[in-house]
């Protein structure tokens, strides 16, 4: 099941500026949305860890990001 709300997810396609979006297409987005931050903080927790943290900072995502 989905972390994500799926209602803050079609306003952002929204915004994008579809007028509208099938309920498929925000479910699909917040799959791709979920894997992809996933993704980065798992990279941000090694970032952490290298650096003998336990708490995952800003930075650390910023640089999980340039990855």
Known sequence: MAELPLAPVDRLIRKAGAERVSEEAVVKMVEILEDYALQVAKKA???????????????????????
Do not use: N, Y
């Open 45 to 67: 927790v090694e970032i952490a860890r290298h650096s003998k943290r336990k708490t995952i900072k800003a930075e650390d995502i910023k640089v999980a990001l340039s990855m």
